[in-house]
């Protein structure tokens, strides 16, 4: 990763709360940028934005044909941005955060983008519609099933976890989950990107079949939730150090154990087998959540109009 890892996975080391049980099956992913010339790296974030972008506005086929050719990439993602939709809800950074959990995801987690959803979400049936990101991790020739959620904030304070947490709630009721898996198996993406080993991909189609019940699949699904956030304590700094990482840790540390309690409290004592289900809350600070969403769209325009 270019970001430096504050928080990996320790949920369990600073978290004693047995409410919030079981522990072990939530993971906090704590991100920092860092500055230069007394700087937060503004570049630096878009640069890592635009060299993921193709994981989700392009298919498998169009990234290997363009692979040769990444200005053409950069331009044909671009094109697949909603920037002109009436309905779009760019404004908010919906699009620029579920990018950067496309890039979490295949570099830290080295994950596979098995439904680019910022491609599918250009058809006009929007069968995309649901998780903000789809991937599958094979690792010792096993699998597990990933299903991301993915907002940009101006706050991650008590007040707005609640839309963040309905969001994740939804994605989990049986019919949505079945929807996610059929169009997983649908879509070509999977058998292009499994194409060594067939007989796990065979394995990954038949437990995603609508005549497989969700409750087998539960052990094998991870959640993670990206809140990309504007953050009062960046602004206060102008260079990484050791004063600026305890502090946002610390912060970080407090905003999961608020997060999972909340999560807990709304639906993890009604949907079955809660707690066979991995969680994982990905935080990322930023200064100003404005100007980042600016230059996105300014670069995406420049792209988009080559």
């Not at 070509?188 to 991909?201: G, Y």
């Not at 050791?242 to 807990?264: D, G, P, T, V």
């Not at 993890?268 to 991995?278: A, K, Q, R, V």
Request: hydrophobic share 35%; glycine share 2%; aromatic share 10%.
């Amino acid at each position: 990763m270019d970001f430096k890892v504050l928080l990996s996975d320790f949920f369990s080391t600073f978290c004693k709360d047995s409410s919030l049980n079981p522990i072990a099956k939530k993971k906090v992913l704590s991100l920092i940028n860092d500055f230069e010339d007394g700087n937060w790296r503004y570049t630096k974030f878009q640069n890592f934005i635009w060299d993921n972008i193709a994981d989700t506005a392009l298919s498998f086929r169009e990234r290997d044909s363009l692979i040769n050719q990444p200005l053409s990439q950069l331009s044909e993602s671009a094109k697949k941005l909603r920037l002109t939709d009436k309905d779009s809800d760019l404004s908010k950074g919906s699009e620029l955060s579920e990018i950067l959990l496309y890039g979490i995801m295949k570099h830290y987690y080295k994950a596979l983008p098995v439904v680019p959803k910022i491609y599918y979400k250009q058809n006009p049936n929007d069968n995309a519609k649901g998780a903000d990101s789809v991937h599958i991790v094979v690792e010792d020739n096993d699998f597990s099933i990933w299903f991301g959620e993915a907002k940009f904030y101006n706050s991650i304070e008590d007040a707005r976890l609640g839309e963040i947490i309905t969001s994740v709630e939804n994605s989990l009721k049986t019919d949505k989950i079945k929807k996610e898996n059929s169009i997983i198996t649908d879509l070509q993406d999977l058998d292009l990107l499994i194409d060594d080993n067939l007989e796990l991909r065979e394995r990954i189609k038949n437990a995603l079949s609508t005549r497989e019940s969700i409750d087998d699949l539960k052990p094998k699904l991870h959640i993670p939730i990206l809140l990309l956030h504007e953050c009062p304590i960046t602004p206060k700094y102008d260079q990484l150090t050791s004063a600026y990482e305890l502090e946002i840790s610390n912060y970080h540390k407090q905003r999961a154990q608020s997060y999972f309690k909340k999560q807990i409290n709304k639906f993890g004592n009604t949907l079955h087998n809660y707690s066979e289900i991995s969680f994982h809350l990905i935080l990322f600070p930023v200064p100003v959540k404005k100007d980042i969403i600016d230059e996105f769209i300014k670069i995406a325009n420049f792209h988009k109009n080559r």
